[in-house]
């Protein structure tokens, strides 16, 4: 299948392959195409094994940080003394990031049988899915797949036969993009304001409502059912680049490019493949000029860096940048590359929760500075000014919002300086009004 | 596990401290302040002001020393050039919003941000061409003003009504740069203990509306005491100017308050400024008092005492100090005694989050010392024992119409110790004593903590303590060496006549005061 578009040759579809077929929406469609065989193998094996399975796939976080699962609910204490919580993060709020709305929209059962897994696999007997409120459409589809699991017997008290317990509730978010920050998403779902905790304690330590809890990405748990279906073997092979990042990886690619859309591809697949070929390459007449490759949180690169890299965890960090998230915002030649980092550092000012001091004031302050540049009112010394602010800002604060905002202020200052040269020399016409 | 100590190194001090400490108190500890806002002992720390943060060798970035634990082995610099930029950078952001208007703020001189600032804060501002965040002045409380710009949202005040006071009506309102202290609507901040968010805010932004404008910081002489609000003894500041309250603090006593203490006794201090005083000793002329000198007064005191034959009433104020109390009861042992201290009563309001400090009902401050000293809390009876009493001492109480009634119509001797000038038509005598912000004393709380409060303004006129009174009246005629002339050595009678009080003097008491030993039975005398 695919959507909007057929899959590319060169992709791999594993978690997508029923994007755009609706039938895979419902209960019989999804059991048709294979679904829930992995959850009820899961219930007839023991905690640590699905844990082992998991960890020996090689299967890392695909909300952004890229931390190994496995290894992750492998941290939950392995007798649930007190209740245990798993916590899906759908609330994809990464500027260029539309993947897990995707899973949702075609594939909930996919999900929802990932949730069930990994909670048996922690000790958890209820699962909170954190949906973002602005999905309205994935949280129609995915309210009425739980009613369809638990109507048949794939949720509830007594999962398929085993006595096994999980109950799924969905949360839905009020549109902060802080609340996609682990900790900020607990204290939401507790009732409290949507700012990060400081750690430790870990989640797993004391996490949801003071409870060990794991929290792990959609697309992370999407993969989980294929895992168990198909071996860790299998999805351990699944490997073009670095043998530390395997399995398959959504693509959500943005910008100036001829088919934009969701691509599933192999890890380490070159990105070159998925900007040419995949996505077709620039606009008619343009070149492209930089990527973001992992959402706006993450350094940009030039397009010859882009095209260098092999698209996993560490090809991108080895070209100067990070994984991410994988929402690729691509931009060609046209591109105002100051009014685009302002833009970014807007958000991050609209988004910070206030807490930490440098997020607080410095992304508002990082935000000032570029608009006057803009503006035709920027000094030379505003250089060292970003400079400095950006350094303040980053690894100093609870979460790394403020870290995210400075990101793409100092690589776009590092690669793309004459562009804010020309503003500051007066050779390029202001684009705001001055402040 | 919580007795377990480790070794650390902090600014190349090496010290002990017990495991898990956080590193900001090992540090104190080390003697060395590392720079904080939002992390105060009494309430939890969010580690949000990211003032605090400091190098520790090993770890990847800069640390919380809020929220950092100590480890054995570890090496901690507060004051190195990496620890001192990130504090530099917080500085500067902090004062980005912040109006310099430190010239009217109240809080100038006793800032956090303006200590800070001068201590390792940039020189000049780079924040140049922007107007500033401005949000106008709101009314928190009945004694709360919120100044949202000079804010540097700490979240002190929000975590203490939330967590301590455990009435979640402050928030933080709207996010980013944006972000205010909120409060919830249709509610007011009026919690019997929410002027502490005053005292814990380390800027001017929340304000005291009974300090407002009234004095500057540096122009504030303190002195340490103990509120004479209620049994509780909450360790307190008196703040004056120039000879006058105008302001009451809570000291830390971790045993006693913590850090707080309540509206109550933060508002209770106006009574010390009376100007309305007894300022020299007045006998009785006929049908008249008449002004004399303490030599003169002390003479008829003394012959009082030691001519009247019969039972003697002591009608003793709620704020009297151990010593006075203690004293006086001693100058009339040859008498059959009847002692009386008074207790105003009023509400309980308990502070949720440390258990056993609340505002008590019982409003004196030295109940248990009191009774210790054989005085009972059973003001009519004493009353009743007026009319066949040979002497009645009134020691500084609050009388009303019907008591000063009864004592126009005792047929003995009447005389009171007075702060501010009684009915007592036909008081012997009148004699001038101070009031607890003028004098030296001690109160035993309900805990039976007994604690030190020292002399905040000088005395009006001729007054004396009453202790001065009853030592001189005690020691016989005449000079004599042996009368006490502080209220250390008055402390120390004590001793001799309540064997509780023996072996203790003031200094051992200290700032935080100790707890008596249990009372041998029967000691409590008779009620």
Known sequence: MGYPHPSHPKENVVLSKHFGDPEARSYAGWVKHGGYQALRKAVGMTREAIVEEVKVSGLRGRGGAGFPTGLKWSYMPKQALRPHYLVCNADESEPGTFKDREIMRWTPHALIEGCAIAAYAIGAERCYIYIRGEFTEPWKVMSAAVEEALANGALGDNVFGSGKRIEMMLHRGAGAYICGEETAMMNSIEGRRGNPRIKPPFPAVAGLFGMPTTINNVETLAAVPHILNRGAAWYKSLCLGNPKSTGTKLVSVCGHVQRPGNYEVTMGTPMRDILYDMCGGPPAGRKFKAVIPGGSSVPIMTIQEAEEALFDYEGVVEKGSMLGSAGMIVMDDSTDMVYQIWRLARFYAHESCAQCTQCREGTAWTTKVLERILAGKGKQEDFQLLLDLSKNMTGTTICVLSDSCAAPVVSGIQKFRSEFEAYIAGSREPVLAAV | ?527
């Open chain 2, 1 to 527: 596990m919580a007795d377990e100590l480790v070794n650390v190194t902090i600014d190349g001090m090496q010290i002990t401290v017990p495991k898990g400490m956080p590193i900001i108190e090992a540090a104190k500890q080390a003697g060395v302040l590392v720079p904080h806002y939002c992390y105060h002992p009494s309430l939890p720390s969010p580690a949000v002001c990211r003032m605090c943060l400091v190098e520790v060798e090993k770890a990847p970035k800069l640390m919380p020393a809020c929220v950092t634990a100590v480890v054995e082995g570890q090496v901690v610099h507060v004051n190195s050039a990496s620890a001192k930029q990130a504090r530099e950078g917080v500085l500067e952001l902090l004062l980005i919003n912040h109006p310099l208007d430190c010239p009217i703020c109240d809080q100038a001189g006793e800032c956090e941000l303006q200590n800070y600032v001068f201590q390792e804060g940039r020189a000049g501002t780079r924040y140049k061409e922007y107007a500033k965040r401005y949000n106008p002045v709101e009314d928190f409380g009945p004694d709360v003003l919120y100044v949202p710009n000079r804010c540097i949202l700490c979240t002190r005040c929000v975590r203490f009504m939330e967590d301590v006071a455990d009435t979640p009506v402050l928030n933080v309102s709207e996010r980013g740069d944006r972000a205010y202290i909120g409060i919830a609507e249709q509610q007011r901040l009026d919690h019997p203990w929410a002027g502490n968010v005053v005292d814990l805010c380390p800027v001017g932004s929340l304000l005291s509306k009974d300090f407002l404008h009234k004095a500057r910081a540096w122009d504030l002489d303190k002195t340490a005491s103990v509120c004479p609000g209620c049994t509780q003894g909450c360790n307190i500041n008196l703040d004056t100017r120039d000879d006058v309250v105008v302001r009451i603090r809570p000291r830390p006593n971790l045993e006693v308050n913590r850090h707080f203490m309540c509206d109550y006794g933060r508002m209770n201090y106006r009574w010390m400024n009376r100007g309305d005083r007894v300022e020299a000793p007045l006998v009785k002329d006929g049908a008249r008092h008449v002004a004399t000198d303490w030599d003169t007064a002390l003479d008829r005191l003394e012959q009082a005492v030691r001519g009247v034959s019969g039972s003697a009433v002591i009608l003793a104020s709620a704020r009297a100090s151990t010593e006075s109390l203690g004293l006086v009861r001693r100058m009339l042992d040859r008498f059959q005694v009847t002692a009386a201290v008074q207790v105003p009563l009023g509400d309980e309001a308990p502070l949720a989050g440390i258990p056993g400090l609340a505002l008590r009902r019982e409003r004196t401050p030295n109940l248990a010392g009191a009774e210790l000293l054989g005085y009972g809390v059973h003001w009519e009876a004493a009353m009743r024992e007026v009319p066949s009493a040979g002497l009645v001492i009134v020691l500084d109480a609050d009388l009303g119409p019907e008591d000063e009634a009864a004592l126009a119509a005792a047929p003995g001797i009447v005389v009171v110790l007075a702060t501010v000038m009684p009915e007592a038509r036909n008081a012997e005598l009148i004699l001038p004593v101070t009031n607890m912000a003028e004098e030296n004393g001690t109160y035993v709380n309900r805990d039976r903590r007994i604690q030190r409060y020292q002399q905040a303004k000088a005395q009006p006129g001729m007054a004396r303590p009453a202790w001065w009174v009853a030592g001189e009246v005690l020691a016989g005629p005449g000079p004599d060496p042996s009368a006490p002339s502080t209220a250390a050595e008055a402390f120390a009678l004590l001793g001799e006549r309540w064997p509780l009080f023996a072996g203790i003097t003031h200094d051992d008491l200290g700032y935080t005061g100790r707890v008596l030993g249990e009372v041998p039975a029967g000691a409590g005398g008779a009620r």
